[in-house]
């Protein structure tokens, strides 16, 4: 019952909006590209048959009402990118969803609960350093200190959202209440899935998401005038955190850290770096083993800081537990893969996901979709029509056993 072609040519066309050189796509929360993504991606929901409208925080919500008064089953992901990143992360979530409720509804079939498909803002953190903007508001834990928050130009989510639009209304307004379960497809973005020869999988937990940022200061001199031993270099002490951060995290077979922004000033050819600010993401499906990763990092850090004379600060960005998805739903995921005549592979999620806002909340489950080569974040990203079908298959089928 799913039409592909629709699918595709609807992957396709939102895929043009941001587009760079390259072909990767730019889609930054709160700004014009963005914008125009939701107001195309809302045709779609209306197509679909939905009743749609944009909540506090801009989340673009599509509605399906159901044959009972009973709790909806949601459905959903993002729209945003990071800097240059593929056509299929968080899109195809959206429009995969989009294209469940259409199948749904020209073929005459009323599921007994209603549908919600939402598009969240800003699942990425690419703008403001704080992720999962839209979901944490749908999950009633985004707080106005949140929204305090600011991007490189100084503007706080609060006025990129008065920039956008959207009326200053309570954030209790985007609160969804009376949710059944969440669902959500999405490119694995790793290559369990390719080696082991199948184009879906089923979600068993995602690993939380612990975002810091470091801040080093040292003193800014001549670079020819400076002896060596009198230098308070801020860039050779963060370099020696740096790099420690890929070694410790090597003792944890399952954790990942990566340093993934960094801003050195005042960033001169003939100036010692006076100060040194960056990023680390740190992963693991086991909260213990994150947090030991993130207290030997912290402990290396102020070492150095220490012996180099060096001041350090250290930001909390994010926090985010780890989830196991719900075993009751993962249980159906897997009858409806086994019914499309695929091979059941489950597997761990290491990158985050909106869902994880939901945890204690209602359950959640997952699809995930082969990628290509494991390439994700990146303009190379790819999945085939074809997976993307079955994936699409696997969320109708599931849908309606529910």
């Not at 587009?19 to 107001?39: H, L, Q, V």
């Not at 060596?228 to 955190?241: E, P």
């Not at 070694?247 to 050195?264: M, N």
Request: overall charge negative; hydrophobic content about 40%; proline content about 4%.
């Amino acid at each position: 019952m799913i039409n592909i072609e629709r699918l595709s040519r609807n992957i396709e066309e939102l895929s043009k909006i941001g587009r760079t050189p390259n072909g990767g796509i730019n889609r930054f929360s709160y700004f014009a590209e963005e914008k125009a993504a939701n107001e195309l991606v809302k045709q779609f929901m209306e197509s679909a048959g939905m009743t749609v409208h944009y909540d506090s925080v801009g989340n673009l919500v599509g509605r399906l009402e159901g044959a009972s008064d009973l709790p909806a089953i949601l459905l959903g992901s993002h729209l945003d990118t990071v800097p240059d990143g593929g056509r299929f992360d968080g899109s195809l979530g959206v429009l995969s969803a989009i294209e469940v409720v259409h199948s749904l509804k020209e073929n005459g079939i009323m599921l007994q609960h209603p549908v919600n498909v939402v598009a969240f803002k800003d699942e990425e953190g690419t703008r403001f350093g704080f992720g999962m903007i839209g979901s944490r508001a749908v999950a009633g834990s985004l707080t106005r200190k949140d929204l305090q928050r600011t991007d490189d130009e100084g503007i706080s989510i609060e006025q990129a959202i008065a920039d956008y639009g959207i009326p200053r209304r309570p954030l209790a307004d985007s609160k969804l209440e009376n949710i059944r379960l969440y669902l959500e497809v999405h490119i694995e973005q790793g290559k369990i899935l390719e080696n082991n020869g199948v184009s879906v999988g089923n979600v068993t937990g995602i690993a939380g998401p612990l975002w810091l940022k470091f801040r080093l200061k040292g003193q800014s001199e001549h670079a020819g005038a400076t002896p060596m031993n009198q230098r308070q270099d801020a860039l050779v002490g963060a370099s020696l955190i740096i790099a420690e951060v890929e070694k410790t995290s090597k003792h944890f077979s399952s954790a990942v850290a990566t340093v993934g922004k960094l801003s050195v000033k005042p960033n001169g050819v003939n100036v010692i770096p006076g100060e040194v600010e960056w990023t680390i993401d740190i992963r693991d499906i086991d909260e213990d083993i994150r947090d030991e990763l993130e207290r030997r990092i912290k402990q290396f850090a102020e070492k150095i800081a220490n012996e180099r004379h060096l001041k350090l600060e250290i930001t909390e960005l994010q926090r985010v537990k780890p989830i196991q998805c719900n075993e009751g739903l993962q249980n159906i995921i897997k009858e409806s893969i086994e019914e499309i005549g695929q091979p059941v592979v489950s597997l761990p999620s290491g990158a985050g996901h909106d869902g994880m806002q939901f945890n204690g909340l209602f359950p959640i489950g997952m699809i995930f979709v082969r990628s290509k080569d494991g390439v994700s974040h990146n303009p190379g990203e790819f999945s085939s029509e074809e997976d993307i079908e079955i994936a699409t298959k696997v969320l109708f089928k599931t849908m309606m056993k529910l």
